[in-house]
């Protein structure tokens, strides 16, 4: 899907895929920290968290090979490829150890990646089980439209249908149940009267 998309994938994404700079302003890693994205793609958005948190390592995953060549080649483009480290992997089942030598993560992403992945919830367990004490998962992705008018709402899904996107709607729901069968404090937003959605799971520091 990816191999000729990925040449064209931001510029044609970047005035639809809401309220990622947005998430990326609110992470707020601390100082030496690591950040992973899961789903990284063209690694558009890492190449941003480097580039605004200085002296943090970054982390990408993608299952997409095509994806991270192109990534590969923004990263060496940005002069970040000492800092921001790619490997291609599952995000249902990855193992930070072997991929990263990291044994979990201050900051985890997800953007605008679970709306194209069928076991999503398989991927937020996965997340959250590899945050580090007092890491967060921060997520961003397609919401419940329920604040959009009825005719533009019908439009976007037959949109998004193309792209085999799905917006996961009972996310807010999943958030919760999975936020507390970890013990963790989660909480959802509606972004743009419901065209996004971000999400935030906080692991306690201890």
Known sequence: MYRHQRHIYDASRKFYLLGRDELIAGLAPPAGGSILEVGCGTGRNLIKIAQAYPGRLCYGLDVSSEMLATARQAVARAGLSDRI???QADATAFDPEALFGQ?????????YALSMIPPWRA???????RLSPGGALHIVDF???TGLPAP????????LALFHVTPRRDM???I???ADAEGFQGRTIPLFRGYAIKAVVERAAH
Do not use: K
């Open 85 to 87: 480290h790619l490997a």
């Open 176 to 178: 919760a149940a999975l």
């Open 172 to 174: 807010p729901a999943v």
């Open 152 to 159: 533009f709402r019908a439009l976007l899904n037959r949109w």
């Open 123 to 129: 991927v937020i367990e996965a997340a959250l089980q």
């Open 143 to 145: 919401g419940d439209q």
């Open 103 to 111: 044994a979990g993560f201050d900051r985890i992403v997800i953007s």
